[in-house]
């Protein structure tokens, strides 16, 4: 299996071993556009690997920071009451460049950067940019694709 990453669409596509379409999500890269650099705010792009799944029998909308979860649900009013907080909820996939000196290593480091395939709060819209980096999804998207990939599997953001 393989994920692409359309910025252009802000869709991403799960295509299965014989290169068949198994899923298509809609999703939220950075609204500062594409780049690699470290404190860019960007959603990187090339070749990725899943290198960590965090999360996995979490409650939806559990809230997550630096990838623990918090004890918190994510609802209205918590949102409320931080608003200002970049919400990663219910599933992580971190996600690591595999291409020396444009997603890996030095300063344009994708794992470094901690960019991250997660969840988010319901109400943040989907099919346009927003994220400060990462991808954002729908949570029962990524609930759906956290069981469906494994670590190791290839993502292109392109």
């Not at 920071?65 to 918190?72: D, H």
């Amino acid at each position: 299996m393989h994920i692409e990453i359309s910025i252009l669409n802000q869709t991403l596509t799960l295509f299965d071993n014989f290169g068949g379409v198994k899923a298509v999500y809609s999703i939220s890269t950075a609204a500062n556009g594409t780049g690699c650099e470290k404190n860019s705010g960007c959603t990187p792009l090339g070749e990725h690997i899943i290198r960590a799944k965090i999360g996995a029998g979490a409650a939806p909308n559990t809230v997550f920071v630096g990838r623990r979860p918090t004890g918190e649900i994510c609802t209205p009013e918590l949102m409320a009451a931080f608003p200002n907080r970049d919400w990663i909820l219910t599933r992580i996939l971190w996600l690591s460049g595999t291409e020396l000196g444009k997603n890996r290593l030095g300063n344009v480091d994708s794992m470094q950067r901690y960019i991250y395939i997660h969840g988010t709060p319901d109400s943040a819209e989907m099919g346009k940019i927003g994220s400060h980096g990462c991808i954002r999804m729908r949570n029962a998207d990524v609930m759906a694709l956290f069981d469906l990939v494994d670590v190791g599997t290839a993502v292109d953001i392109a």
